[in-house]
């Protein structure tokens, strides 16, 4: 892979900016190995496999989002929901600027747990809202300027396009999983939710290198019917379904606020509860243990007769 080039990437993985790029006019940078299309009424569909993982994407992301919002008092709750017929190139511009928030999203949402604004507040939900929107709306003009050519951008040289899509993003993600290790390391005493963070990176780097290295193979083997576009898609929701598995897991729910079904787990600070009460109050008539008659009765007598 040489630096500000996305031939070798195009020529292994059918990526979305790869039929923008190259010499105007022409069809773009093609890859050497295609899935199968899929001809639905006249409509052709290409990348079906992958067309199907996304759309279950689309509704674990929405499953996610419903509950993220179910957390009434979840630190980054608000954060963690803002981070989800056009002609193609703008569509794909568009793709490009979404993705780049997206990234920059998570990575703000890496400097939650260290409090760099309060919680909620009108400062830390509009700096993250309109830093996010900049970056969107400047990847995105980085991304069509490159495919028209225009203010000194050029298709056969994407190497700023190249650059916000490989090296920010990459960074940003690596950045907000250091941050992540260093917030449960300090301050949890749980570890589990290491776990989570691992997991993550594993998919997402495996879904990179499936996608990105080994796609022709894939394709190659499979006769065409998938590529590693397609366990990229997996991997990748797999890694987003581990942030959100990683943020539920060191967010606790308050309990004035729980609404759902989830139980929560308490501390048991006393372990031995008084042994007139072990196996449960006696029934009591004006304040003391009684028997069936009314007369009072010694609560050791009232189990005596009980069990």
């Known amino acids: ?14 990526l979305m900016v790869c039929p923008m790029l190259g010499r105007k006019g022409g069809t773009g940078l093609e890859t050497d190995c295609y899935p199968r299309n899929v001809d639905i009424g006249g409509v052709l569909i290409f990348q079906s496999a992958t067309l199907i993982i996304h759309i279950v994407a689309l509704v674990m992301t929405s499953i996610m989002i419903y509950h993220i919002r179910s957390k009434y008092t979840a630190v980054g709750e608000w954060l963690m929901h803002t981070m989800l017929a056009m002609p193609c190139h703008y569509f794909t511009a568009i793709h490009v600027g979404l993705m780049c928030a997206t990234f920059w999203c998570l990575l703000l949402n890496g400097f939650v747990g260290f409090q760099f604004a309060e919680d909620g507040t009108p400062l830390s939900l509009w700096s993250i809202r309109i830093s996010s929107l900049v970056i969107a709306v400047i990847t995105a003009f980085i991304a069509i300027g490159t495919f028209q050519g225009i203010a000194g951008l050029d298709p056969q040289n994407p190497i700023a396009l190249w650059i916000v899509y490989f090296i920010f993003n990459g960074a940003a993600f690596a950045i907000y999983v250091i941050l992540q290790v260093v917030l449960v390391i300090n301050t949890l005493d749980d570890r589990w939710p290491l776990g989570d963070i691992l997991f993550g990176l594993f998919f997402f780097v495996v879904g990179q290198v499936l996608s990105l290295g080994f796609s022709n193979n894939l394709c190659k083997a499979t006769k065409h019917y998938i590529d590693g576009v397609f366990f990229g898609a997996i991997c990748t929701l797999l890694s ?12 606790k729910e308050d309990l004035e606020f729980s609404v759902g079904g989830k139980q ?27 028997d069936p008659y009314g007369y009072p009765k010694t609560a050791s007598a009232y189990y005596d007769d009980r069990y």
């Not at 892979?1 to 195009?10: K, N, P």
């Not at 008084?274 to 304040?287: I, N, R």
């Open 1 to 14: 892979m040489r630096f500000g080039s996305f031939a070798d990437m195009c020529h292994t993985a059918s």
């Open 240 to 251: 987003v379904m581990m942030v959100y598995k990683y943020w539920d897991s060191i967010t």
């Open 264 to 290: 929560n787990t308490w501390e048991v600070k006393d372990a031995y509860a008084d042994d007139e009460f072990a196996y449960g109050a006696p029934p009591t008539y004006g304040g003391s243990p009684a």
